[in-house]
């Protein structure tokens, strides 16, 4: 299957997906999250200025019948979420590398971003959940 | 990240004889009750709104059926049921719930009058294993034989306002004739079926039950008249905005049908006994401690089952069944509280993920057209 997985962007192997640029990142889930969640309904977001360590859970996706946790893919200080998403949190299933972007972070480590995954390091993580 | 509400795919699932139809339909499948059924196709919400603006199909194969037959069908039901069977007629069927002799719930399930020495019962899928004890352990010297077709036969449920004119196009049998909760032995495209309006998406509608051998040509007779395929997901979702009650949510081994609201299935049968009378009528008469309500969400989030309630800080129930409706665009729920809490428009607490959101307490049911 296709998860239009982009080129630019690193990924995680709990689905979610980072843009860096200097030392912010622009957070969201994947393709292939949103699809295994199914239709998202709501989107608990965390509040600005709120700093987490890597791995820990930062916002809940709720779809009809799953809940998903977003963790930070590296620790970092909340500096912006998705405000969209409050009314259109559809947007995580039509759009989710783009419109359904869920927080920006500013990145406290830079060395972490060597422990996020490529492109082809992903594609295997969701080609072994054999899907 | 992803938990199914806690479902995962045994690989020990029984398949039912539409599973190689969903995996071509592209279904994500998942176990249920030791099955592997669709929870989704596409997506939950097209198929709930399918549902309700035109028609759906369900493969509900993974319920039990059983045949009853013989002489003392009726004394024998008369005391492992709660509802009265002189409400019953041949070509007609009853919803009904088994109970304990506390009052508690064994299964809720119906049963469908053939003949008065033939009956059919449909029960929950994750109780068919202990309703066919429970019925046989109450036998006794009644004449009843009861044998389990589960295996033998599929069911599919037919929902949706356009369900009658389509289904019409393809039965040998007038669909007018049967009313709501009746049933007919017909032909569905030449093949043997077992028709009846019943339902549970608060649409109207029917369910079908057949040989397995003819399961998948009538899957597809009813696709090709344009019924949308849907899973487990728009099931509980339409079940849920009809307020229904679903055995392990709003009743189960520790929760009486009174106090879930059933009210109207618990009978006097005056001169019969029957199992569980002494306690449902009293309770019918004195009421209980805690009672069904909806539950709807001032807040925004989503309540799911086992969500605690709150009264100005004090714990006063449990979320029996919540989600997004998709008809009414917002939150809703079913719990179980404090009889205290239950007028509408009581403002309580609901408990997500530690933090405490507000709510009400709502009229139900949410929606229906039937």
């Keep these: 299957m296709d998860y239009n997985l982009r080129e630019d962007i690193k990924y995680t192997a709990s689905h979610e997906w980072v843009r860096v640029d200097g030392d912010i990142g622009v957070v969201g889930i994947t393709s292939y999250a949103q699809h295994q969640l199914g239709d998202i309904v709501f989107i608990e977001l965390p509040n600005i200025g709120l700093v987490l360590e890597k791995g820990s859970n930062v916002a809940e996706i709720e779809s009809v019948k799953a809940v998903g946790d977003l963790q930070m893919p590296v620790s970092g200080e909340i500096i912006e979420v998705n405000k969209a998403l409050e009314g259109t949190p559809e947007m995580v299933n039509s759009s989710p590398f783009d419109d359904g972007w869920i927080l920006k972070i500013k990145i406290k480590h830079s060395d972490e971003l060597g422990t996020l995954l490529s492109i082809e390091e992903y594609k295997k993580i969701i080609e072994s959940e054999g899907h | ?24 339909l592209g279904a994500k499948m998942v176990d249920f009750a030791g099955f592997f059924m669709p929870v989704q196709y596409e997506s939950i919400i097209k198929e709930h709104n399918a549902v309700r603006t ?74 068919v294993e202990k309703d066919f004890k429970w019925l046989n352990n109450h036998i006794g010297d009644w004449n009843v034989k009861i044998t389990d077709l589960s295996y033998q036969r599929a069911r599919i449920a037919f929902q949706g306002p ?29 093949l043997p079926i077992f028709i009846a309006r019943t339902g549970y998406t608060g649409e109207k509608g029917f369910e079908l039950s057949m040989d397995n051998e003819y399961a998948s040509t009538v899957w597809n007779s009813l696709m090709e008249l344009g019924a949308k395929p849907a899973g487990l997901g728009a099931r509980d979702s339409l079940r849920l905005e009809a307020s229904y009650s679903l ?74 069944s919540g989600g997004f409706s998709p008809t009414l665009q917002k939150t809703i729920g079913l719990g179980l509280i404090k009889k205290e809490f239950k007028e509408i428009d009581t403002e309580i607490q609901i408990e997500i993920r530690d933090k405490l959101l507000k709510g009400l307490v709502s009229s139900t049911p949410f929606f229906r057209n039937v």
């Design chain 2, 247 to 320: 055995y392990g949510h709003e009743i189960n081994d520790k929760i009486t049908p009174i106090e879930a609201g059933l009210f109207w299935l618990v009978k006097p049968k005056e001169g019969i006994d029957y199992i569980g009378k002494e306690v449902l009528l009293e309770q019918k008469s004195k009421g209980t401690n805690r009672t069904l309500v909806g539950l709807s969400l001032i807040d925004r989030g989503i309540i799911r089952q086992d969500y605690k309630i709150y009264k100005d800080g004090n714990e006063i129930g449990f979320v029996t």
């Design chain 2, 162 to 190: 356009k369900a009658d004119e389509l289904l019409q196009t393809i039965v040998d049998t007038d669909l007018s004739e049967i009313n709501r909760f009746y049933f007919r032995h017909c032909k569905l495209n030449d």
């Design chain 2, 54 to 127: 035109n028609a759906g199909i369900f493969d509900i194969s993974h319920m039990g059926e059983f045949l009853l037959e013989g002489e003392d069908i009726f004394p024998f039901l008369q005391f492992v049921m709660i509802n009265d069977l002189n409400l019953l007629e041949p070509s007609k069927g009853q919803y009904s719930c088994m109970c304990y002799e506390n009052g508690t719930v064994v299964d809720d399930l119906v049963y469908y009058e053939e003949t008065p020495q033939r009956f059919r019962m449909i029960v929950n899928a994750s109780n």
């Design chain 2, 1 to 24: 990240m992803i938990s199914i509400n806690g479902v995962e795919i045994i690989t020990e699932s029984k398949k039912t004889p539409l599973y190689d139809a969903h995996i071509n």
